[in-house]
T-cell receptor, first 111, second 113 residues
Framework: GDSVTQMQGQVTLSEDDFLFINCTYSTTWYPTLFWYVQYPGEGPQLLLK?????NKGISRGFEATYDKGTTSFHLQKASVQESDSAVYYCVLGDMGYKLTFGTGTSLLVDP | EAAVTQSPRNKVAVTGGKVTLSCNQTNNHNNMYWYRQDTGHGLRLIHY???????EKGDIPDGYKASRPSQENFSLILELATPSQTSVYFC????????????FGPGTRLTVL
């Protein structure tokens, strides 16, 4: 079945640092990949979507890129702010409109 | 404002008891989902529904039942709660027209003693 792997469980940065989170996936379909973000006390919400057609997504200063050759999917931001502190999930979508979530990367940004 | 709401927000149950978690959505979405969130596992899909009267098994359905009596409401039922079902449960709604975007509720924290 489909699977998603996030090796970085926790990342601590200072404001204005560069953020890079890596994710790998496995699927038999042409993937549609997402990053969801979960702020404290809330449910997850969609941050970015990337399809095999466009290979890149951009939203709220975040950029996601996808590499079919290495089946990897990255999230990056040039300059993080304290308000970006949250849990970031790499997510794989299948043809049945179901989502497979990674284990999440907890980002803490020190002011 | 369109929203997904869950009740109760917190629940303490005893082992062997019956627990019902409720979800209501005003998004008019056809699809609804129940997930549980545990450290080290992310969110895992328990049951989902494509519309009123339909329920489908997700990736971890054992020990859970689901009910979708209407477009707006989707319930998760634990007939015989066990401590291993202690978790945070999230409901979500979505629609094929949104191409995978799901809208999540605020979660229910369930503790089974």
């Amino acid at each position: 079945g489909d699977s998603v792997t996030q090796m970085q469980g926790q990342v601590t940065l200072s404001e204005d640092d560069f953020l890079f989170i890596n994710c790998t996936y496995s699927t038999t379909w042409y993937p549609t990949l997402f990053w969801y973000v979960q702020y404290p006390g809330e449910g997850p919400q969609l941050l970015l979507k990337v399809t095999t057609a466009n290979n890149k997504g951009i939203s709220r200063g975040f950029e996601a890129t996808y590499d079919k050759g290495t089946t990897s999917f990255h999230l990056q931001k040039a300059s993080v702010q304290e308000s970006d502190s949250a849990v970031y999930y790499c997510v794989l979508g299948d043809m049945g409109y179901k989502l497979t979530f990674g284990t999440g990367t907890s980002l803490l940004v020190d002011p | 404002e369109a929203a997904v709401t869950q009740s109760p927000r917190n629940k303490v149950a005893v082992t062997g008891g019956k627990v019902t978690l409720s979800c209501n959505q005003t998004n008019n979405h056809n699809n609804m989902y129940w997930y549980r969130q545990d450290t080290g596992h992310g969110l895992r899909l328990i049951h989902y529904s494509y519309g009123a009267g339909s329920t489908e098994k997700g990736d971890i359905p054992d020990g859970y039942k689901a009910s979708r009596p209407s477009q707006e409401n989707f319930s998760l039922i634990l007939e015989l709660a066990t401590p291993s079902q202690t978790s945070v449960y999230f409901c979500a709604s979505g629609d094929p027209g949104l191409v995978y975007e799901q809208y999540f509720g605020p979660g229910t924290r369930l503790t089974v003693l």
